[in-house]
């Protein structure tokens, strides 16, 4: 079984800081990019972040200068560092991972994790 397991989602007031998490698990071989999104209600899901395994980023024009994302390699996660919230980044942010898994031909798979709210209060 794999499964992208998040936290740290909730809710803050605007200015506030939020750091997710997102660990994948299972028999996993290898894991290539890896990137939040999320999706705001009545909208469609946009791209956040995405860092691939080296640690190259991209981030959206709305969150640049304010949002880091980062992964750990070693324990198979990705972090997404939220500061100066606004109440625009109020959604359900998804993690995303590209894994090949242990037994598998080379060809790797997008996976998503089930979301977790994030709310910024003004």
């Known amino acids: 079984q794999v499964q992208l397991l998040e936290s740290g989602g909730g809710l803050v007031q605007a200015g506030g800081s939020l750091r997710l998490s997102c660990a994948a698990s299972?028999?996993?071989?290898?894991?290539?990019?890896m990137g939040w999104y999320r999706q705001a209600p009545g909208k469609q899901r946009e791209v956040v972040a995405v860092i691939t395994k080296s640690g190259t980023t991209t981030y959206a024009d709305s969150v640049k200068g304010r949002f880091t994302i980062s992964r750990d390699n070693a324990k198979n996660t990705v972090y997404l560092q939220m500061n100066s919230l606004k109440p625009e980044d109020t959604a359900v942010y998804y993690c995303?991972?590209?894994?090949?898994?242990?037994?598998?031909?080379?060809?790797?798979?997008?996976?998503w994790g089930q979301g977790t709210q994030v709310t910024v209060s003004s």
């Open positions: 299972g028999s996993i071989f290898s894991i290539d990019n």
């Open positions: 995303n991972a590209d894994l090949l898994l242990v037994g598998s031909t080379i060809s790797y798979r997008a996976y």
